[in-house]
């Protein structure tokens, strides 16, 4: 007979997400489980079950988690900026966190009901940040709504391409994305940088 792990630890449900996060960090996001997180935390699933209702909800948790960080850290670092300067400061602390998170990264954009507290769509933050980070281009709402689009589509495709070294041939990564992002600067698409911008 095996004996169930006993932890000394006392548990919340928000120690159990930030341990989920870290675990998915270091383990990959598909590594993250119950079963998983409850052995690296010397416990067992059914004390995290007292926490979160079932893999599901911890993936959609963690999810939750990096949206709210990732939206937190783009709005700390674009601040009072806009044109270039701000579209620039949004994409490098995109790229950073995604790097530096991993495994939170990938949970934020491949679970579907993640929530905030309130019960909206975890993106929805960062969805209006990157639209703030686009106003003083002269878009009207439908052209705010496609550039914003654009933006997260090419930010979101480049990383996921390096999350999985998908860029193993010429130059560093680091420096295709700041073509990325001069060619989003230019872009039609993306409204005129000129109109309102600062240094």
Do not use: C, N, W
């Amino acid at each position: 007979m095996t004996d169930t792990p006993v932890s000394r630890t006392k548990f919340s449900r928000q120690l159990v997400i930030v341990g989920a996060a870290e675990f998915a960090d270091a383990h990959g996001a598909d590594a993250l489980t119950l079963a998983a997180l409850a052995r690296h935390l010397d416990t067992s699933a059914p004390a995290l079950l007292k926490h979160v209702r079932s893999t599901e909800d911890l993936r959609a948790a963690v999810a939750s988690l990096a949206l709210a960080h990732l939206a937190s850290s783009i709005d700390i670092a674009t601040g009072d900026l806009s044109g270039t300067p701000a579209l620039s400061a949004l994409a490098d602390t995109y790229r950073r966190f995604a790097l530096t998170y991993p495994g939170r990264y990938t949970l934020a954009f491949s679970t579907s009901d993640a929530r905030t507290a309130a019960g909206d769509p975890a993106d929805r933050e960062l969805v209006l940040l990157v639209e703030r980070t686009l106003a003083g281009r002269g878009l009207d709402s439908v052209a705010m709504t496609d550039a914003g689009r654009i933006v997260r589509a090419a930010l979101h495709g480049f990383v996921s391409l390096e999350l999985v070294d998908g860029f193993t041939r010429g130059a560093e990564p680091g420096a295709s994305y700041a073509v990325l992002v001069d060619l989003l600067d230019r872009s039609s698409a993306l409204g005129s940088r000129h109109l309102q911008e600062t240094p």
